[in-house]
């Protein structure tokens, strides 16, 4: 080991000693503060902590927390129903079942459209509607009578 | 001052609830854009002359059935003069049938949509001819040779 090296080490320690008497000394003295200055200062921190108000949240900002005691589900840092929650809360999901209403709506709307449309044709067709209801005519309009021509080709 | 606050503050509510915001509004278009049911008298004029034919049943129909019915008389005065009459002197015998027979009149439209009126008209006319025997042969052959599909014409109760 050179000289130099040897210096640095005996500075270190010097100053880890020095810290450490420092430490010491500051301990002790806050023990011994005058009576007048420890009731100064526990008069500013409880004015500090009436002051304080924790930021408001609305209902859908917040996080579910499931108080289970001292399971993890209550520490939001491990929760993943909490972090779902804080990424989707609840208006998406509100907004969800609102889309799907309209939807289904639009649906049924959309059927009865289409029904109007068939029955508005049928309604205003060459043949009236009891032709429809005929499947005897569906069939003859179907196969042009022939069933009729090969029944008697059959002697039936 | 107060108004920059107000803004922001409008700002903050917009974001946390776009969704709900965006979903309220396409719920307003789609149901500003619908066919309502309505009371008779809630119908407006025209409507009310289209619907005529339906006037004392109007209110035994069920909601559904109102609207369509609506939808219909909302296309009518597109229709040309013979199209509106054919129209209402068929309504009442329509609106009389069951559930079942106007599903089976819309099935059977549906799969003779592509044959011409003029075919149409003829074939009728020929098959009205028929004996009852003739008939009911082949009413019989069709109901043997339909296979049951899921996909069938639209229905309303």
Same mark, same amino acid.
Request: hydrophobic fraction near 40%; proline fraction near 4%; charged fraction near 25%.
């Given at each position: ?58 209902? /859908? ?18 929760? /993943?129903?909490?972090?779902? /929650?804080?990424?989707?809360? !609840?208006? @998406? ?8 209403? !309209? ?15 068939v029955?508005?044709a049928i309604?205003?067709d060459t043949v @009236? @509607?009891?032709?429809y ?5 569906i069939?003859?309009l179907i196969t042009n ?12 | 001052?107060? $108004? ?8 903050? $509510?917009?974001?946390? *609830? ?14 500003? *854009? ?65 559930? +079942? ?5 819309r099935d059977n439209y549906l799969l003779t949509a592509k044959v011409p009126a003029e075919k149409k008209a003829e074939a ?9 025997? +003739? ?10 040779? *339909? ?6 014409a639209?229905?309303?109760?």
């Amino acid at each position: 080991m050179s000289a130099e090296q040897n210096n640095t080490l005996v500075h270190r320690s010097v100053e880890a000693r020095m810290g450490q008497f420092a430490h010491d000394l500051l301990n002790e003295s806050s023990g011994q503060l005058p009576p007048h200055l420890i009731y100064r200062l526990e008069k500013a921190r409880q004015k500090a902590l009436a002051q304080y108000q924790p930021a408001r949240k609305w209902f /859908w900002q917040r996080e579910l927390t499931l108080s289970t005691g001292s399971s993890s589900f209550s520490n939001s840092e491990s929760n /993943w129903g909490s972090k779902l /929650w804080g990424i989707f809360g !609840v208006t @998406p999901i509100l907004a969800l079942v609102l889309g799907m209403f !309209v939807i289904v709506h639009w649906q049924s709307e959309a059927r009865i459209l289409d029904i109007a449309e068939v029955d508005t044709a049928i309604l205003t067709d060459t043949v @009236p @509607p009891e032709a429809y209801k005929d499947d005897g005519f569906i069939r003859f309009l179907i196969t042009n009578g022939k069933d009729l021509v090969d029944d008697e080709k059959e002697g039936v | 001052m107060i $108004f920059r606050q107000a803004l922001s503050l409008a700002c903050l $509510f917009i974001r946390s *609830t776009r969704y709900l915001v965006i979903a309220s509004s396409l719920g307003l278009l789609v149901l500003s *854009t619908s066919v309502q049911a309505q009371a008779w008298e809630q119908l407006s004029d025209t409507q009310k002359e289209v619907l005529t034919p339906l006037e004392e049943d109007w209110n035994s129909l069920s909601k559904d059935r109102q609207k369509k019915w609506v939808a219909i008389a909302n296309r009518y005065p597109e229709m040309s003069e013979s199209e509106q009459n054919t129209l209402q002197s068929r309504m009442s015998e329509w609106a009389s049938l069951s559930q +079942d027979e106007r599903r089976v009149a819309r099935d059977n439209y549906l799969l003779t949509a592509k044959v011409p009126a003029e075919k149409k008209a003829e074939a009728w006319k020929a098959y009205q001819q028929l004996s009852e025997e +003739d008939k009911k042969r082949l009413a019989e052959k069709k109901a043997a040779r *339909t296979k049951p599909s899921a996909v069938t014409a639209p229905t309303l109760k």
